[in-house]
């Protein structure tokens, strides 16, 4: 195998990892049910993010934060959602690359997984102390 280095590598990570999530009992109803995600424009969305974290291209604009909060609001994202978010990110990485930026890619996904559940969880708490 060989390590993430183009654009392309970067689509064909995206991919296949989202297709295990629209898929996956755990948390694909986020995306599915809840938000109701476009594929084709969050895809693109999320191939710019990823190029952005892993070659420095600065290709995304956007706040992925805020992009989660009214799902949470809606139906709350715990812990144990995101530790399976990143359990299928690595998973997918490990089936198709190999190298410093494939480990980069999963160092950056256990990064965002952990500050996006505080974040949620946060939010959370804040929302039921009103």
Partial sequence: MKD?????????LVNRFYDKVGRDATIGFFFNDIAKVNW????PKMYAFWETLLF????????????????????PMEKRHFDHWLELWT?????NFTGITADMAIYK??????????????????????
């Fill in 4 to 12: 993430i280095q183009t654009r392309e590598d970067i689509e064909l």
């Fill in 56 to 75: 420095g291209q600065i290709s995304y604009k956007g706040n992925p934060m805020a992009a989660h909060f009214p799902i949470n609001a809606q139906v």
């Fill in 40 to 43: 084709s424009h969050h895809l």
């Fill in 109 to 130: 996904a256990r990064n965002i997984s952990g500050l996006m559940s505080f974040k949620m969880e946060t939010a959370t708490k804040l929302e039921n102390t009103k």
């Fill in 91 to 95: 998973e997918t990485v490990n089936e």
